[in-house]
């Protein structure tokens, strides 16, 4: 429920395509007063960031649109394109991730645009990539896929992305988090 409210305030946020110096420290009010999501991803990351801009006590533009950015990130909802809601929630995503398909593991999660996951999962394994069903520390990659990406953080495929966002940025795990149209760049039959 608190994920779905803090949604809601940042889609509140966001609405009039610009951010305040009050609606700022209201954000970081309210993370400070909700310490489950200021803990946990995704609050945290947005947390971290309004505590950084905050912290010189002088809010830039730069600043502000590097906030509205991740605050249109986080909601999948983008004004300025038209978008409301459907667009895919990327915090978690490692972009620009140099992927590996030779030795390395991968896990699936979600609903591919490609198919079913065996289809998936078999152009890894032809590619020499390896399958694991959970997530674990010694995870190279996490594939997301597109058709889950609007609700993940409300499902039940979301618990696999939140464990894997928490190997990796408490844990230091090596692990990144990727989308279905990444890997698909990577592998050989799709260039």
């Known amino acids: 429920v608190d994920v779905h409210l803090l949604?809601?305030?940042?889609k509140g946020l966001i609405a009039d395509r610009n951010l305040t110096q009050e609606e700022i420290r209201y954000l970081n009010w309210?993370?400070?007063?909700?310490?489950?999501?200021?803990?946990n991803y995704p609050g945290k990351k947005l947390y971290a960031l309004v505590k950084e801009i905050l912290k010189d006590g002088v809010i830039t533009e730069d600043e502000s649109l590097t906030l509205h950015k991740a605050l249109v990130?986080?909601?999948?909802?983008?004004?300025?394109?038209?978008?409301?809601?459907g667009l895919a929630t990327r915090l978690p995503i490692d972009v620009g991730a140099s992927i590996e398909l030779e030795g390395k593991t991968y896990c699936l999660t979600g609903t591919f645009v490609a198919?079913?996951?065996?289809?998936?999962?078999?152009?890894?394994?032809n590619a020499g990539?390896?399958?694991?069903?959970?997530?674990?520390?010694?995870?190279?990659f996490l594939v997301i896929g597109t058709l889950s990406f609007r609700d993940w953080k409300f499902s039940s495929h979301g618990r696999k992305i939140e464990k894997a966002?928490?190997?990796?940025?408490?844990?230091?795990?090596?692990?990144k988090i990727i989308s279905e149209e990444m890997l698909f760049d990577a592998l050989p039959s799709s260039r």
């Open 73 to 85: 990130d986080f909601t999948g909802c983008d004004l300025e394109s038209g978008v409301v809601d």
């Open 165 to 175: 966002i928490s190997y990796r940025d408490d844990n230091g795990a090596k692990l």
């Open 129 to 140: 990539g390896n399958i694991s069903s959970g997530i674990t520390q010694k995870l190279d």
């Open 115 to 125: 198919g079913k996951r065996a289809v998936v999962e078999n152009l890894i394994k």
């Open 7 to 10: 949604n809601g305030l940042c």
């Open 30 to 39: 309210w993370l400070e007063q909700n310490g489950a999501l200021k803990n």
